[in-house]
C-alpha cells in the first residue's frame, strides 16, 4: 500500500457551474504538471447535483471539508436553470461565513502592458492588493420585506459591521502589508482604508476609529482613507498609488470588478477567502458567465492564478514559481484565450501552461 507522505497537501475540488467546470480541470492539470505534492478530492456540489437530489451542501459538508483538508479549491456558482441561486448561496457563502473565511484576498497585478485598457500604463504600475471583509456587510442578508407586492412595499436590506469582524479584517491588511512585498521584491508600505462614511455614518464611524486604533499598533505603515467613489476614479485615473487596500464586503467585490479591468478582466483575476491557521477556499474572481459556458472560450488563467494563490498558502513556493513564469510568458506570446488578444481555446490555453511548467 501506498505510504503517503506527511507533507502531502490534501487539496478539496468544487468545480461548481457554468465556466467554474471548464477552467478548473486546467487549473488542476498545471498544479499536477508543477510536480506540487498534492493529493485532489473531487466534489460535486452544483447546479446539476441541485436539479438531480436537491442536494446544495451534504449534512456535514463544512465540517468535513475543515477536518479532511488543507485546502479547497471552488470554481463559479451560478446557473440559469435554479432561477434562486439557492445553490450558490449555499455553497459559496457558506463556505466563507460558515467556515468563516473572513478575508477575502485579492492580489492586482498587470502581467503585460498589452492586458491594461490605461494608456502607458506598466506592469509595475499595477501591483496592489484588495482585502474585502467576508463574512458581513450586506451579504448577511438581514432585512426583509413589508406589504410585498403593493404600493406601500418597504424592503430593508441591513449592513451589518460587528467590531470583532471590522478590527480583524483591518489587523488583517496591516499583517498583510508588514509580511508580504510588491511583485519587484520592494516592501509594501501602505494601507487604504476604503468606504462611504460620510454618507454610511455609523458603520462608517466604526471603521474609522477602530482603523485609527488598529493602524496605532504598525507606525511604520503609512495609513490613507478614501471614499469609494474617490477610489473608483482614482483606480481608473492612475492606479500606482495603490499598495494594499482594505474595505468592507460590498465595496470590495465591487472594486475588484473594477480592479479586475485593469488586469485585462475578469478571466484574469484571482482570489483567496482566507481564516489564518485554518482551512481556506481559492476561487477565481470571475463567476459561472452562463453565455460562454460550454464553448471552450472561457479564460483559465485566472482560475490557474488562483490555484498558484493556493499552493502558495500552503509554502509550495517553488511550484507557485514556475506557475506564475508559466501564465506571464503564455500572455506574452498570445498563447491564452480570445478574450486576452490569444486564439486558443480554455483547454489549449490550459495545456499550453501546463506544458511550459511541466519543463522547467
Ligand atoms: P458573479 O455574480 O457570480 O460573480 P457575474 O454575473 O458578475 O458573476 P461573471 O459570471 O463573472 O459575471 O461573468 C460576466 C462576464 O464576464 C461573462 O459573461 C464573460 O463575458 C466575462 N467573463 C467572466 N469570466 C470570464 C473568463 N474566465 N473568461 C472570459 N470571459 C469571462
Given at each position: ?28 492539470k ?52 435554479v ?113 462611504k ?22 507606525p ?11 477610489l ?57 458567465a ?47 484565450t ?23
Amino acid at each position: 500500500m501506498d505510504q503517503q507522505k506527511p507533507s502531502r497537501k490534501r487539496i478539496a475540488v468544487i468545480p461548481g457551474d457554468g465556466i467554474g467546470q471548464e477552467v478548473i480541470p486546467q487549473a488542476l492539470k498545471v498544479v499536477q504538471a508543477s510536480g506540487a505534492d498534492v493529493e485532489m478530492s473531487e466534489f460535486d456540489w452544483s447546479a446539476d447535483r441541485y436539479l438531480r437530489d436537491g442536494t446544495t451542501v451534504p449534512p456535514d459538508g463544512f465540517a468535513m471539508l475543515a477536518r479532511d483538508f488543507d485546502a479547497i479549491m471552488a470554481g463559479a456558482f451560478g446557473d440559469p436553470r435554479v432561477k434562486t441561486n439557492i445553490h450558490a448561496k449555499e455553497i459559496l457563502l457558506g463556505m466563507r461565513f460558515k467556515m468563516d473565511l473572513y478575508a477575502n484576498v485579492r492580489p492586482v497585478r498587470l502581467l503585460d502592458e498589452s492586458l491594461c485598457p490605461l494608456k502607458g500604463v506598466e506592469p509595475k504600475d499595477v501591483d496592489f492588493i484588495v482585502i474585502r471583509e467576508n463574512t458581513e456587510g450586506v451579504y448577511t442578508d438581514a432585512g426583509g420585506v413589508f406589504k410585498q407586492g403593493t404600493p406601500d412595499e418597504i424592503a430593508i436590506q441591513e449592513d451589518i459591521n460587528t467590531r470583532k469582524g471590522v478590527e480583524r479584517i483591518i489587523r488583517y491588511a496591516f499583517d498583510y502589508c508588514e509580511q508580504n512585498t510588491k511583485l519587484d521584491g520592494s516592501p509594501r508600505s501602505r494601507v487604504l482604508m476604503c468606504d462611504k462614511s460620510n454618507a454610511m455614518t455609523h458603520a462608517g464611524s466604526l471603521w474609522q476609529r477602530v482603523f485609527k486604533e488598529v493602524s496605532g499598533e504598525f507606525p511604520q505603515i503609512e495609513t490613507q482613507h478614501m471614499y469609494v467613489d474617490a477610489l473608483c476614479i482614482q483606480m481608473v485615473r492612475d492606479p500606482r498609488p495603490f499598495d494594499v487596500i482594505v474595505t468592507n464586503n460590498m465595496f470590495g467585490d465591487i472594486i475588484t470588478d473594477l480592479a479586475a479591468g485593469l488586469q485585462g478582466g475578469l478571466g484574469m483575476a484571482a482570489s483567496g477567502n482566507i481564516h489564518p491557521g485554518q482551512t481556506s477556499m481559492f476561487e477565481p474572481v470571475h463567476g459561472s458567465a452562463p453565455p460562454i459556458a460550454g464553448k471552450n472560450v472561457a479564460n483559465p488563467f485566472g482560475a490557474i492564478l488562483t490555484a498558484a494563490m493556493m499552493l502558495a498558502h500552503l509554502g509550495l513556493t517553488k511550484e507557485v514559481e514556475k506557475i506564475e513564469a508559466a501564465v506571464l510568458e503564455a500572455v506574452r506570446q498570445k498563447k491564452g484565450t480570445q478574450d486576452i488578444g490569444g486564439t486558443l481555446g480554455t483547454r489549449e490555453a490550459g495545456e499550453w501552461v501546463a506544458t511550459f511548467v511541466s519543463r522547467r
